[in-house]
């Protein structure tokens, strides 16, 4: 559990840390950037609550960093804010590389069950335990008990369902650009098939699946969700997200979903950059309630 | 004069242009970036003004485009942003990849004289006349008679250094961990002595350097300047705003100096995004008066 820090940079009134760790469930050292608010880092007895943001495909921890604005409100509101990366990274599997949507930096936040990959890519488990687990052991500044989550694209898509597959676990979800229905779109066909095997790849996408998900969800549902009009992702069916509205209005649980769609905007970090004052914004609500 | 835009990427409600030109100045393509804000984009009948942004060693327009949150504060402002490169690109002089800190990448905002380089490395003149005259003919939104300048490093040498050259020029000026006294930093002795020559490089290098230039200043002068205690170039002496600081106050023009010292901050662009609101409204008092 012990953690490796290889820079502290100071950002918006907080550090932003860069970090590493020899994770287990991977078995591999993960890399991961933390920001601590100024509240958790000048004589604070009060513990800050933490907003995870999941990167897209090919992320490592330092785009959301650098280009995601997210410290901007995380330093206003006393968030911390944790950066993971998107895979196991080295672990030296036959063809890791060579894809940019499978593989080193697409882990897809799922348990990898079939070989080669099951022996590493375990993102649902890193995700969900074991990264969460180390950052509070290291960081006591940081609330355990209160958790949000966020991401973008593949990021978008592991926010979405590690929320509904988990209730009660993180206390809001938002998303840009997600992926809500990989098992009707090209990436999340070749990650599901990949990752689970072609023939279970989809039973076992059903379980991470937004839009399949959402049908089982109990109570209220407040996620905000940008999309932007121009994203060329968007265009060519890969992100789906009225396929997730349909779902939940079915379901009885749309209410609270609210899906911006962004005129004009792109699927880059100029579009995270723009709105993640709101996204933070709309963690904060939950986060400190 | 005419304009090529390769991408048009929606940013806090206004528009990031990848533009480029033929420079008849640098005697090459050169890439520029535009942000104009939402007042500059939606059936706006006003011009707004222009801030603009020189970049440090290595940096593209790309780099203060995605890292530096200018368009958070220009989009609240109304301000149009221009990200120029920093030195013309693939002109074929024998070494101009060589080095990180000259010829690419590192054109210092001088107008070269020493052979070779004196054939395309003239900076000075591209950004105080070829290039915001080509930005005013293409977009009549931009106001001419409005212009502020600020930059980083490299870049804030250069805001300073055309600022001070040129009064009346610009409204006003600002500048991140600028390299204030170049004739004495190591990165200054080697630009000058390259682009002006061995001989020429001292009483050339005069005209380019903010603390000789302000010796001269006449009437007030209010510049914003932050400098953070962690970044390694201002320990090693590469930045020198004590130079500026002093050479100020024995000129009587230090009452408007502010150089804030930014307790632990380096020289990335994390520095910048957390402190690019406040030099957006710095120049905001100015452009707007």
Chains 1, 2 share one sequence.
């Not at 918006?12 to 840390?17: A, E, P, S, T, Y």
């Not at 760790?21 to 609550?49: I, R, W, Y």
């Not at 933490?50 to 409100?73: A, M, R, V």
């Not at 022996?119 to 990264?131: R, V």
């Amino acid at each position: 559990m012990s953690v490796t820090t290889k820079a502290t940079i100071a950002s918006f009134g907080g550090k932003l840390l860069k970090l590493s760790h020899n994770a287990s469930t991977t078995g591999c050292e993960m890399a991961f950037n933390l920001f601590l608010p100024p509240q958790a880092t000048t004589n604070a007895t009060d513990k800050v609550p933490l907003l995870i943001y999941l990167s897209g495909l090919t992320c490592t921890p330092d785009n959301g960093s650098e280009k995601g604005f997210f410290q901007h409100g995380a330093s206003k509101h006393g968030i911390a804010i944790l950066y993971p990366d998107t895979s196991p990274r080295g672990v030296n599997i036959e063809g890791e590389d060579d894809s940019y949507d499978f593989g080193s930096g697409a882990g897809f936040y799922v348990d990898a069950t079939a070989s080669p990959w099951s022996s590493n890519y375990k993102m649902y488990s890193y995700i969900t335990d074991e990264l969460p687990r180390t950052v509070f052991s290291a960081f006591s500044q940081v609330d355990s008990t209160c958790v949000s989550i966020t991401g973008h694209s593949m990021g978008g898509h592991g926010a979405l369902t590690l929320f509904l597959k988990n209730p009660g676990k993180y206390k809001s979800c938002s998303a840009f650009a997600p992926i809500a229905n990989p098992l009707k779109a090209p990436w999340g066909e070749k990650a599901f098939k990949g990752y689970f095997g072609e023939k279970d790849w989809q039973s076992k996408g059903k379980e991470h699946d937004a839009t399949e998900l959402v049908k089982g969800w109990k109570g209220p549902l407040d996620i905000l969700i940008d999309v932007g009009t121009g994203d060329n992702f968007y265009k060519q069916g890969q992100l789906l997200p009225e396929n997730l509205a349909k779902a939940a209005k079915e379901a009885g649980v749309d209410s609270g979903l609210n899906i911006r769609f962004q005129d004009g905007y792109d699927h880059s970090y100029y579009t995270m950059a723009s709105f993640s004052d709101d996204h933070v914004q709309h963690a904060a609500k939950y986060l400190f309630t």
